[in-house]
């Protein structure tokens, strides 16, 4: 079986930093890829590691070490708008579909 | 970035009717879709790979009798719960494949959320 590990939930306070960590174990893997999705919303993409090493978008950057089999989401100058559910998803192999884990809720206070 | 939708975006049904849902891609072809079905406060829970052209493949323990899938363009696929009950009440949600960006990345519907009375 597939299976993808996250912490349930974070909390932090605005401006700080937060790191979500993922460990997955797949069959195969074609990229761990991460998703922000707000109550009652559909995911939206956040940022794709295929390669080991950080990829930088804006606030958001995120890690992939594949011999660790890990990857982490790290989220900086936090904002209110940032509270919502982050998901880590691999993929097994080309044009297959998104394997999600459970998901971590992030709850940013002020 | 590719534009799916989906439609309706919220259904409400009586116990033993049939609901269908409609995903399709809008500036781009999808040889694939999925089809994901997410309770509350739980993950995205794969149902089914939409190939078009051919029959969709299912996830083990999704019923393909009750969650009926055609892909009948690389544009439209859709998906029939029938004869819905209220515990098939939940979100569906699907997603294509684009294979054209650099990503190789999957776009994303915004969901129908099915309510069975």
């Known amino acids: 079986g597939q299976s993808l590990e996250q912490p349930s939930e974070v909390t932090a306070v605005e401006g700080a930093i937060v790191q979500i960590n993922c460990t997955y174990q797949?069959?195969?893997?074609?990229?761990l890829s991460w998703y922000q999705q707000h109550d009652g919303g559909a995911p939206t993409f956040l940022s794709y590691n295929a390669l080991d090493g950080l990829e930088e978008t804006g606030r958001f950057s995120s890690f992939l070490s594949r011999s660790d089999s890990y990857g982490y989401l790290l989220l900086q100058e936090l904002q209110m708008k940032d509270s919502a559910s982050y998901f880590c998803?691999?993929?097994?192999?080309?044009?297959?579909?998104?394997?999600f884990g459970k998901g971590t809720t992030l709850s940013v206070s002020s | 970035g590719a534009v799916v939708s989906q439609h309706p975006s919220r259904v409400i049904c009586k116990s033993g009717t049939s609901v269908k849902i409609e995903c399709r891609s809008l500036?781009?072809?999808?040889?694939?879709m999925f089809w994901y079905r997410q309770f509350p406060k739980q993950s995205l829970m794969l149902m089914a790979t939409s190939n078009e052209g051919s029959k969709a493949t299912y996830e083990q323990g999704v019923e393909k009798d009750k969650f009926l899938i055609n892909h009948a363009s690389l544009t439209l696929s859709t998906l029939t719960v029938t004869s819905a009950h209220p515990e098939d009440s939940s979100f569906y949600i699907c997603?294509?494949?684009?294979?054209?960006?650099?990503?190789?990345?999957?776009?994303f519907g915004p969901g129908t959320r099915l309510t069975v009375l």
């Open positions: 997603s294509a494949h684009w294979s054209g960006g650099a990503s190789n990345e999957q776009f």
């Open positions: 500036d781009f072809q999808a040889t694939t």
């Open positions: 797949t069959s195969g893997f074609y990229g």
């Open positions: 998803a691999v993929r097994v192999q080309a044009g297959t579909a998104l394997i």
